[in-house]
Each structure stands twice: as structure tokens, then as C-alpha cells.
């Protein structure tokens, strides 16, 4: 009885050991690791949504005259907002590229925004609304943090379900599909033009 109950331990510690090694345990884990991160992605996108508005309401009394830039701000806006992505989205392309382009979008109207801020002493002089910017670049920052650590948790998934022995079980078990990572917006390795001349007309939205 004792060498069959050891044979029964040894048997099934064998079983797990390999429906571990062809990624039976380890696709799903890295599966679940990159939708998690994906959730820190929304959160950081939604706070500054939630920020824009107030910003945009305090700015218009100081920069009354600056309607273009307000209105495109408010409209990227609610381009951004509008598309919602899933976690099954997470591995089609051409959704996926629809909701960072949005974003991309809200960040040059922003950018923009930043740019007729320099024009307004007054408007930075204001507590309220250089709170809001404090925010702002705060929640910038942390959208940053967030997609670099979503873009390593989807590496590291990528990775698992196509490689030996993990892509045994993503192939035949899970039916796993890459995830797609952000990239750097198209031309984000050249700094910005700003131009502060109080004469100059206000530049157009990019994108819009």
C-alpha cells in the first residue's frame, strides 16, 4: 500500500511538473499579468480624461480668444474617450491601433494647449488652473509608467506562447494570440516647434 501511494505521488508530481512545462500554468499567468497591466493603462487614460474638462472650463476665461485650441482639446477628448477597447482587443491590431491613435491625438491638442498657455501670464498665475497642470503632468507620467509596464508584461507573454515547451499548451489548450504593444506616435523622436510670438495665430490641431 505505501509503494503504491508513493507511486501515486510520484506519478501525479510528474503530471504537474509537465503540464507546467508546455504552459498548461505559465500562459495563462503571463495572459492575466499583461490584462492587468492593461487595466493601469485605462486608469491612467481615464484620470487625465477626467482632468481635461476642468482644465479646458478654467482656461477659456483667461484665454477667451484661444477657441480653436479649447475646441480641439474638448473634441480629442471625446475621440478618446469614445473607444473602448477590451481585454480581447488586446490582440487585434487595427483596434488596438484605433485607440492609441485616438490618444495620440488628445496628447498633441494638449501639447498644444501647453503651448498657448506660455501666451497667458495670467492664466498661469491662476492656483486653480496650475493645479490642474500639476495634475496633468503628473497623470502624463503616470501613462508613461503604466504602457512601459504593459509593453514588458506583453513582451513576456509573447514571448511565453511562442516559445518551447509554453507554446505546446498555448498552441493546443489556450488558442493564445499575441498582444499588441504601444509604439512611440510617428515622429515622437523630433522635439516639437513651439513658437511663444504674442502675434502668431494659433498653430492647427494635429490629426484633427
Known amino acids: ?30 495572459e492575466e499579468e499583461a490584462k492587468a497591466r492593461w487595466g493601469d493603462v485605462e486608469s491612467s487614460y481615464q484620470r487625465r480624461a477626467d482632468l481635461i474638462p476642468n482644465l479646458v472650463a478654467t482656461a477659456k476665461g483667461a484665454a477667451a480668444s484661444e ?38 491625438q488628445l496628447t498633441q491638442a494638449l501639447g498644444q494647449l501647453r503651448t498657448v498657455v506660455e501666451n497667458y501670464p495670467q492664466l498661469q498665475s491662476q492656483a486653480r488652473f496650475a493645479d490642474l497642470m500639476v495634475q496633468l503632468e503628473g497623470t502624463e507620467n503616470r501613462i508613461n509608467v503604466s504602457r512601459t509596464r504593459y509593453n514588458e508584461a506583453v513582451q513576456a507573454y509573447n514571448t511565453t506562447i511562442r516559445t518551447f515547451p509554453d507554446a505546446i499548451g498555448a498552441k493546443l489548450i489556450h488558442g493564445a494570440k ?16 513651439v513658437n511663444f510670438d504674442m502675434n502668431a495665430p494659433a498653430a492647427p490641431a494635429t490629426g484633427q
Do not use: H, W, Y
Open 1 to 30: 500500500m505505501a509503494a503504491n501511494r508513493f507511486s501515486q505521488i510520484a506519478f501525479a508530481t510528474v503530471a504537474a511538473a509537465s503540464l507546467s512545462a508546455c504552459g498548461i500554468n505559465s500562459v495563462p499567468a503571463a
Open 67 to 104: 477657441t480653436q485650441i479649447l475646441t480641439n482639446v474638448t473634441n480629442a477628448r471625446a475621440a478618446a474617450t469614445s473607444i473602448n477597447i477590451t481585454t480581447d482587443d488586446l490582440s487585434d491590431p487595427a483596434e488596438f491601433e484605433k485607440f492609441q491613435s485616438a490618444q495620440n
Open 178 to 193: 499575441p498582444m499588441v504593444p504601444f509604439k512611440a506616435a510617428a515622429g515622437a523622436e523630433t522635439a516639437p516647434t
